[in-house]
Nanobody, 124 residues
Framework: QVQLVESGGGLVQAGGSLRLSCAAS????????MGWFRQAPGKEREFVTA????????YYADSVKGRFTISRDNTKGTVYLQMNRLNPEDTAVYYC?????????????????WGQGTQVAVSS
């Protein structure tokens, strides 16, 4: 019954921007830390960013720090990922995930619920 649905992926030129959304349903949104992961062809799924239940704390992988911004709107049950200054190394399937408040958040196995993923392709 819990669903996480990503949207906003697509093809963009290097240096451009893209905004991803993840709409959650079937859960009490404010009880969960939300995260974004990505998986490129031939690579392991890697942590991108996470945000705590209230939005007061955020965490970023070094590879995206200063370029990506995570945010959430608890009234809408939605988490966002603003991606700026994209480069071809950002090409991957991006996944939204949810883990309970107080749980670890940096590894895929930390998360209970996952979205289906959305493709982001950055051309040079």
């Amino acid at each position: 019954q819990v669903q996480l649905v990503e949207s906003g992926g697509g093809l963009v030129q290097a240096g451009g921007s893209l905004r991803l959304s993840c709409a959650a349903s079937g859960l009490t949104f404010s009880l969960y830390t939300m995260g974004w992961f990505r998986q490129a062809p031939g690579k392991e799924r890697e942590f991108v960013t996470a945000i705590n239940w209230s939005g007061s704390s955020t965490y970023y992988a070094d590879s995206v720090k200063g370029r990506f911004t995570i945010s959430r709107d608890n009234t809408k049950g939605t988490v966002y990922l603003q991606m700026n200054r994209l480069n071809p190394e950002d090409t991957a399937v991006y996944y939204c995930a949810a883990t309970g408040r107080g749980n670890p958040y940096g590894r895929p196995h930390d998360y209970r619920y996952w979205g289906q993923g959305t493709q982001v392709a950055v051309s040079s």
